[in-house]
């Protein structure tokens, strides 16, 4: 027996494989801007898995519209010595690297 094509299955077959991919992926896109680029993949490598891919929250805070609760100061300072369960990032990553993913995270999520 054979089966009718459906205009869905024909759509899709016209789909590259690569932009399916694209869409199924959980993490927000690489921006192109050099620094929000370094300060995304700080965040995907060592924040994502506690404040969620978008900054939805988990086991760490909600980070989105963090801008709106925290000066840019008050932002660093959590992120370079830590705060209740956040680890501390001064040792781990260098000042460039804390003031990027504090960037990404006012601007992106």
Do not use: F, W
Request: charge should be negative; glycine fraction near 8%.
């Amino acid at each position: 027996m054979r089966l009718a094509r459906t205009p869905l299955l024909v759509a899709l077959s016209a789909v590259p494989l690569g932009a399916l991919a694209a869409c199924s992926s959980d993490a927000p896109q690489r921006p192109s801007d050099p620094v929000l680029a370094q300060g995304y993949d700080v965040y995907q490598a060592r924040c994502a898995a506690c404040h969620g891919n978008e900054g939805e929250g988990g086991a760490g805070l909600n980070l989105q519209k963090v801008e709106e609760r925290l000066t840019q100061e008050q932002h660093v300072e959590v992120v370079t010595n830590g705060r209740s369960s956040m680890p501390a990032y001064e040792s781990v990553l260098s000042p460039e690297e804390i003031q990027a993913v504090v960037r990404y995270e006012r601007e992106s999520l």
